[in-house]
């Protein structure tokens, strides 16, 4: 029973991973459009997104549905709990949607500069909102007994939330930006060199104080790093890739700055899951009635049927997946000739 | 949603899927936009609910985002843009991919919904609902006719839209080749699809009798449990008096609908306790309209079928209207039917497990919940007007830059 529950907060880690990696294309791509003002430029970064972002949000969807159905206290407790940040961000995935699909419905340039808009603002707003979630959760929040958020949606936004949602934006820029580079050329291209730079800056900063913020008022989130030093290698990680990442953009290689930024989300996700571990929802009223992955899973027939179908179904998406971005994006990434000198 | 497993499949000629994706791929953001949407409510609206009976209810949402919608999201993609992008073989393999990913997703979806209606496979530990047989939960009595009849439901809501737009053109002369073929492909789908549905239909009414004998009470407007009971065509509901005015009804065909026994007895809504009634006028005066909706489908599409056999199907201005006029029937039949079958449900939102009424979010002021339900009303209505409109947009443009290119050639 144990494995299985541990097996499920791995999963629905790694779909919340999936979908920050790629839907963090097109949210971050659709956040860094308002460096493009060219009506061309936007056009040529779209027609990239076009194809792929609507198989992107699948990943959220789906994890929403493996929490669920793995952890339906959990489910039912932060869903409920963040009522209004969830509606916005409901509003925020429709609009980016319909958005995305119509902007060209109609031959104007009126509508189409208006859709795009849309766009980036829901997108930018997608981003912050997702960031503002994860940062309450890492450090908890107030639950009563039954497991329900007993504060309101304004403490949602404190501080150290804040500046996880905009840790968040700079991240998914970063791998909007990586996007760009690998999948267009000439100015576009350039132009994403420079934002990458930028957001790269910008979250190195970011991630700097949010350390030191956790150092001094939330150390909690430090105890399993001492338990189990092993673990130390995850946020290794993710500072090597930060630190690396500026390397990477001098390279000459068009996709090597979204693989970095991929893994650097990959590992910070790693992170968040080593921090939280057991715990889905610290309860900051009482620790000891967390939510955790104990005492709220789902029955171990449940977590056994729907790991027999992930480990189905998981790997063929992998697979057509990878086969579908090949195909759209493997032909420009090879012949890109990057300029790379722009960057510096 | 499904819509698209039939539209998917006429691909027979390039210029034709084409055409067809368009209105498609316009659909799909909208079914996108409200799948988003009732994955988070379950949470945020519904969570004593989902608390209840997450340990059963998630897996088949979970199970359609891994082995459904995945495929379809990803293959859709291909469909619409990648003509001149991917590789042929793969471009070619995406509609059908696309079409098995709905059909898959549809299952999943109805599962999760039938487990509502006709639970099994669970025992209650600890006030929820732990699964016991995933089989059984799955394949629970009311999945299979549901899902028949549900989809069955899809096929003939996308071979109206086939023939309303293809009579549309027709009417207007525009594209007479490719409005004939699909006019003649949606035809036959539809007069298949149409009967059918009256053994879903029949099938699925079935069940709803032996698993749920109130709502099918409601459904039918029979109050006093009878043998013999009749059969009603119209009539007018007064569930206050517990009767049926103006009534035109088939005596005895009920009971031998049920049992294939005209004097069987059928238990009427009386012996049930009022507090376990469905809302009777909202379950009756769905399910009625629904099935004459169904009736006039069939005969609409027989006489088609009898214009083709003569030979004057594209030349008779009289069926074309009135093929154009039914293109949204359908969807109102849809409606109708699940609101048949939800309001049928009531009180109940697990049916004899969970009061309707004790599964909300006990913590979300009911003013958040007012002000966000006014909101998403104002968004489905503002993408309904932007779905008609596109569509609308969609089919002449693509009609009128058709023929200036091609249109000589094909008449």
Request: with cysteine.
């Amino acid at each position: 029973m144990t494995w299985l529950q541990i097996t499920w907060f791995i999963l629905v880690g790694v779909l919340l991973a999936g979908y920050t990696v790629l839907s963090g294309f097109d949210l971050g791509a659709g956040h860094l459009l308002y460096r493009f003002r060219n009506p061309e430029e936007r056009e040529e970064i779209l027609y990239n997104l076009k194809p792929i972002w609507g198989v992107n949000q699948v990943w959220l969807l789906t994890g929403g549905g493996a929490l669920f159905a793995a952890f339906p206290r959990v489910y039912a407790g932060v869903f409920s709990g963040f009522y209004l940040a969830l509606m916005l961000l409901l509003l925020a995935l429709i609009l980016r949607s319909v958005a995305i699909e119509i902007d060209h419905e109609i031959d104007s340039p009126g509508w189409t500069r208006s859709w795009e808009k849309a766009f980036l603002i829901a997108s930018s707003l997608v981003c912050l909102l997702l960031g503002v979630a994860m940062g309450n959760l890492l450090v908890g929040l107030p639950l009563d007994e039954n497991g329900y958020y007993t504060g309101t949606f304004l403490e949602l936004l404190n501080v150290f939330a804040l500046l996880t949602g905009i840790f968040a934006v700079c991240l998914l820029g970063l791998q909007g930006a990586g996007f760009i580079i690998a999948t267009s050329r000439g100015t576009v291209q350039e132009k994403a060199y420079i934002s990458a730079q930028r957001y790269w800056m910008a979250s190195f900063v970011i991630f700097v104080l949010l350390s030191l913020y956790c150092l001094l008022f939330e150390p909690q989130v430090f105890v399993n790093y001492q338990a189990y030093p092993v673990i130390y290698l995850i946020p290794v990680l993710l500072v090597s890739c930060l630190i690396y990442y500026p390397a990477a953009l001098k390279k000459s290689i068009s996709y090597l700055p979204v693989l970095v930024s991929s893994l650097l989300l990959i590992s910070l996700w790693g992170v968040l899951g080593a921090s939280m571990f057991p715990a889905l929802v610290p309860n900051t009223a009482n620790p000891v009635t967390s939510l955790t992955l104990f005492n709220s899973s789902s029955s171990e027939l449940t977590l056994k049927v729907m790991l027999i179908l992930a480990l189905c179904g998981l790997p063929l998406v992998f697979f057509y997946i990878a086969m579908i971005y090949r195909q759209f994006f493997a032909r420009n990434a090879a012949q890109s000739t990057v300029n790379q000198n722009s960057a510096g | 949603m499904q819509r698209r497993y039939y539209r998917t499949r006429d691909k027979i000629y390039l210029q034709m899927s084409r055409f067809w994706v368009r209105p498609l791929a316009v659909t799909f953001v909208v079914g996108v936009v409200s799948g988003v949407v009732m994955e988070f409510q379950f949470g945020t609206n519904w969570a004593q609910y989902s608390k209840y009976v997450g340990d059963i209810f998630g897996a088949p949402l979970a199970a359609e985002g891994v082995l459904a919608f995945f495929l379809e999201s990803a293959f859709i993609g291909v469909l619409v843009w990648g003509e001149k992008r991917v590789s042929p073989a793969i471009y070619r393999l995406s509609s059908l991919l696309v079409a098995l990913g709905a059909t898959l997703s549809a299952f999943w979806i109805i599962v999760a919904n039938s487990w509502m209606q006709t639970p099994a496979g669970y025992q209650i530990v600890g006030g929820r609902a732990e699964l016991t047989s995933f089989v059984e939960a799955v394949f629970n009595p009311s999945t299979l006719p549901r899902y028949l009849h549900t989809i069955d439901a899809a096929i003939i809501t996308g071979s109206f839209f086939v023939l309303g737009i293809s009579a549309w053109m027709l009417l207007r002369n525009r594209e007479l080749e490719m409005a004939r073929k699909s006019l003649r492909i949606g035809l036959i789908a539809a007069v298949i699809a149409c009967l059918a549905q009256f053994g879903t239909g029949h099938y699925h009414t079935l069940q709803v009798a032996s698993t749920q004998p109130e709502k099918f009470a409601a459904m039918e407007g029979l109050f006093q449990t009878e043998r013999s009971a009749s059969f009603m065509l119209f009539g007018q509901v007064e569930p206050e008096n517990r009767i049926v005015r103006n009534q035109i009804a088939i005596p005895g065909l009920l009971s031998w609908l049920v049992t294939m026994d005209v004097n069987s007895e059928i238990r009427g809504l009386n012996s049930f306790p009022v507090n376990e009634w469905p809302p009777v006028k909202a379950t009756f005066y769905t399910f009625h309209p629904m099935v004459i909706l169904g009736i006039l489908f069939f005969l609409l599409s027989l006489w088609g079928l009898v214009l083709l056999k003569k030979n004057t199907l594209y030349s008779s201005r009289w069926f074309l209207r009135l093929a154009m006029i039914a293109m949204p029937l359908p969807f109102i039949a849809n409606e109708l039917g699940w609101i048949a079958a939800e309001a049928g449900r009531q009180p109940w939102i697990v049916y004899r497990l969970l009061r309707t009424a004790d599964a909300v979010s006990v913590n979300v002021p009911a003013a958040q919940v007012a002000a966000s339900l006014v909101m998403f009303s104002v968004i489905a209505l503002l993408l309904l007007g932007l779905w008609v409109f596109l569509i609308a947009r969609e089919v002449k443009q693509a009609v009128a830059g058709d023929s200036s290119e091609k249109g000589v050639a094909s008449i």
